[in-house]
């Protein structure tokens, strides 16, 4: 049985909980991710009513009309990106071998609950479509609960103070498919997140060429490299956590 008549039988089988659930698919990602979505949406409506739904996008019904990996997550605060258009994976070692699968940068955003800014991001960008589409085509997007994974946001705190010269709330890093991050800062406003996302959408040699290194912002914008982040340890044991994504 070739490819295409899987996927066809396999899309036959979704798609009467695809229309149960009002589901949409995630914007910018291809049809062979119905299915997947179908699996998730079945998730959701074991859950529905345990936690509060965090979105702009709702159905005539009320039900939320997207649904992403984080929705089987126990995590109250990635609960609250579950139903964001942004296609979230949580940290895994499924994330990382999609992103080198596909050779895109992974975009790696770290918050907690009760962080201001993060609710402002995620309202602002994280729940905004057309934001969400560039991060569904060019990225792998993951979130990270800080108070889940307090190692792996001190690691990558450290890189982002090494390029921005301060910390803080959402982390936002742009990491290689090895997990190395070529770029990070905290929060944006939407606007300057697309302009960001437009720059670094593009994966190939120039940044591979920094792997293990990390941008420095100087003060007149432009960007040099410090071999300083050598001494950091992005350590791929943090990759083996099991995943709940399906």
């Known amino acids: 049985m070739n490819c295409g008549r899987i996927f066809a039988i396999t899309l036959l089988m979704a798609w009467p909980a695809l229309l149960a659930a009002q589901v949409a698919s995630l914007p910018g990602l291809p049809a062979t991710e119905l299915a997947r979505t179908a699996r998730l949406y079945a998730i959701y409506q074991q859950k529905a009513g345990s936690y509060a739904v965090h979105t702009q996008h709702l159905n005539s019904d009320g039900s939320p009309k997207y649904v992403n990996a984080l929705v089987a997550e126990d995590s109250p605060y990635l609960k609250q990106h579950a139903h964001n258009p942004v296609n979230w994976f949580p940290w895994s070692e499924e994330a990382f071998a999609r992103a080198r699968a596909e050779n895109k940068p992974v975009f790696l955003s770290i ?68 997990g190395e991050p070529f770029f990070g800062a905290t929060y944006y406003p939407a606007e300057q997140f697309t302009r960001l996302l437009l720059r670094w959408r593009s994966f190939g040699a120039a940044v591979r060429n920094v792997c293990g290194r990390m941008p420095i912002r100087s003060a007149n914008g432009l960007i040099a490299y410090s071999p300083s982040v050598r001494r950091l340890k992005f350590h791929p044991v943090y990759w083996n956590r099991p995943s709940k994504s399906p």
């Open 111 to 178: 918050g907690y609950s009760t962080c201001h800014w993060c609710h402002v991001m995620a309202r602002e960008s994280f729940d905004d479509e057309h934001i969400a589409q560039i991060l569904n085509r060019h990225f792998i997007s993951i979130k990270v609960d800080r108070e889940q994974h307090p190692d792996i946001d001190e690691i990558y705190m450290t890189g982002v103070q090494l390029i921005s010269g301060r910390g803080g709330w959402p982390m936002s890093n742009f990491l290689t498919p090895e």
